[in-house]
Each structure stands twice: as C-alpha cells, then as structure tokens.
Antibody, heavy 120, light 106 residues
Framework: QVQLVQSGAEVKKPGAAVNVSCKSS????????IHWVRQVPGQGLEWMGV????????TYAQRFQGRVTMTRDTSSSTLYMEFSSLRSEDTAIYYC?????????????WGQGTPVTVSS | SYELTQPLSVSVALGQTASITCGGD??????VHWYQQKPGQAPVLVMY???NRPSGIPERFSGSNSGNTATLTIHRAQAGDEADYFCQVWDSSTVVFGGGTKVTVL
C-alpha cells in the first residue's frame, strides 16, 4: 500500500532553516507529483508547492518563493522540503501529499505530518 | 487570488443529511476536491473532481458543483463523520483551500 513517512518533529530558532523528509513506498516513485502542504495550529491548509520526482521540476507557491526548496532522491524514493528564514508564524504541521498519476492537483495520500516549532 | 468560502460549522442529527458548501466565483467551471480531517490526523481525500469518491469512501458521501457553489453532502450521518472538511481547487497555477467547516453530529 502507498506510504508516505515523514521525519520527526523539529524545533528551530527564528532565522534558521528546517529540512523535512518524506519517504515514499508502495507505488512508482517517479509517476506521481508530491506536494507540500502546511497547517498552522487550529487553522486551515496552505499549499507550499509541488515537485515532479521524474525530473525534479518544481513549482512553488508565490508567498513561499525564495524560502522553500523541494528536492528528491530517486535512489531512496525520498522527498525533501527545506524551508529557510523561519519565523514564529511558520510554526505549523508540514505534510507531504501525493497527487494522482494523471497529474491533477489534488492529494490522494498524505504523510503523517511533521510538526515544526519556531521559537527563540 | 481565488478565494473559497466555507461555513465555519455545520451541525447534523445522527442519521440525517449534512450539506457542506464551498463558495467561489464561478466555481462550477473548475474541479473541486474535498478532504476530511479528524483531530490529530492528516487529511483524507473524500471527493475528487466534484463528484468522484476514492475507493474506501462510503457511498453516503456525494458531491456536486454548479454556478458559484460546490457542495459535499453526507447522507445518513454517523458519529464517525464528525470532522473538519476542506474544499480545494487548482486555479491560476496555484492550489487554494477553503477555510474549513467543522461538522458536528448531534
């Protein structure tokens, strides 16, 4: 079955960067877009961007441009999301989510989420 | 940027029907997807492309989209349907989520 297993909780200081990983299994790694979505505690969902694992192409949400970098390692079927210049308002749960093989932008499967706390 | 409007909360009696709306400018022209999220859990896709149910989602869930409103309907509501529900679209090269609706089963 499809699994997306994310790295554990992180605590970072303002200005630092965080790197969240998402190890995928149970499907052809290069055939599905992987998106990153975050959720500030008690609030809604916010899309950060997407990576196509086959070629590594990325598209980032405008508000995160310049702070987010999405990469992948095809040898280990693992995706990475680096988020830099962290601020307290970036405290959130960060999810990776798998899109369908058709390339449509919705999310069939989700990782368990990685809590990131930004605090001095 | 495109905006999606959802009611903050919807209450439904056990066994009755709940309708969760998602409003947007001419939303009927684009596909809408819906997610269910229970406390402490990741979201789960319950409807895609307006009215398609993923495998494993009960037939009690249905969806529609027309004009300025998309709707997720839960028939014969059960206690286990109590959750937050989010609508989502792809528009102008970005993903947009609604603010979410908390469904309470009475």
């Amino acid at each position: 079955q499809v699994q997306l297993v994310q790295s554990g909780a992180e605590v970072k200081k303002p200005g630092a960067a965080v790197n969240v990983s998402c190890k995928s299994s149970g499907y052809p790694f290069t055939s599905h877009y992987i998106h990153w979505v975050r959720q500030v505690p008690g609030q809604g969902l916010e899309w950060m961007g997407v990576i196509y694992p086959r070629g590594g192409d990325t598209t980032y949400a405008q508000r995160f441009q310049g702070r987010v970098t999405m990469t992948r390692d095809t040898s280990s079927s693992t995706l990475y999301m680096e988020f830099s210049s962290l601020r307290s308002e970036d405290t959130a749960i960060y999810y990776c989510a798998r899109g369908p093989s058709t390339g449509w932008y919705y999310f069939e499967d989700w990782g368990q989420g990685t809590p990131v706390t930004v605090s001095s | 940027s495109y905006e999606l409007t959802q009611p903050l909360s919807v209450s439904v009696a056990l066994g009755q029907t709940a309708s969760i709306t998602c409003g947007g400018d001419n939303i009927g022209r684009i596909n809408v997807h819906w997610y269910q999220q229970k406390p402490g859990q990741a979201p789960v896709l319950v409807m895609y492309k307006d009215s398609n149910r993923p495998s494993g989602i009960p037939e009690r869930f249905s969806g529609s989209n027309s004009g300025n409103t998309a709707t997720l309907t839960i028939h014969r509501a059960q206690a286990g349907d109590e959750a937050d529900y989010f609508c989502q679209v792809w528009d102008s090269s970005t993903v947009v989520f609604g603010g979410g609706t908390k469904v309470t089963v009475l």
